[in-house]
């Protein structure tokens, strides 16, 4: 059981679901930039081969960390459903309301994270 009160759970559990919905909105324009990018006359002028795939690279790059951190933030709402959220997953310390204000996804204590 974590240290944490109802009203801190609640008010992070708001915070888990603000963040979710802040992320599938960054994804959704994150897919539209990864879609490949066409090579017209016009396009290469402005944009050379190389920033086009440059550019490719660097939203791959955010696509795969958007997933991780969407993943993390789903565990978390899990682990609350579960009651082990706010104790560290690592060494069963109990992790600051601080800490997770800051990172409510969290799975770790700020000595382990
Ligand atoms: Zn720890």
Redo the contacts with the bound molecule.
């Keep these: 059981m974590s240290d944490l009160s109802v009203t801190q759970l609640d008010e992070l559990r708001a915070e888990l679901e603000r963040q979710i919905r802040r992320l599938e909105r960054s994804m959704k324009t994150t897919d539209e930039a990864a879609k490949p990018v066409e090579l017209d006359q016009t396009a290469v002028g402005r944009l050379s081969r190389m920033d086009a795939l440059q550019n490719q690279h660097l939203t791959k790059n955010l696509q795969e960390r958007e997933a991780i951190r969407y993943a993390q933030l789903h565990d978390a709402l899990k682990r609350m459903d579960a009651g082990t959220y706010g104790r560290?997953t690592?060494?069963?310390?109990a992790?600051g309301f601080d800490r997770l204000l800051v990172y409510p996804e969290t799975p770790?204590?700020a000595?382990?994270?």
Aim: net charge negative; hydrophobic share 25%.
């Design positions: 560290c690592s060494c069963d310390a992790i770790v204590c000595g382990c994270g």
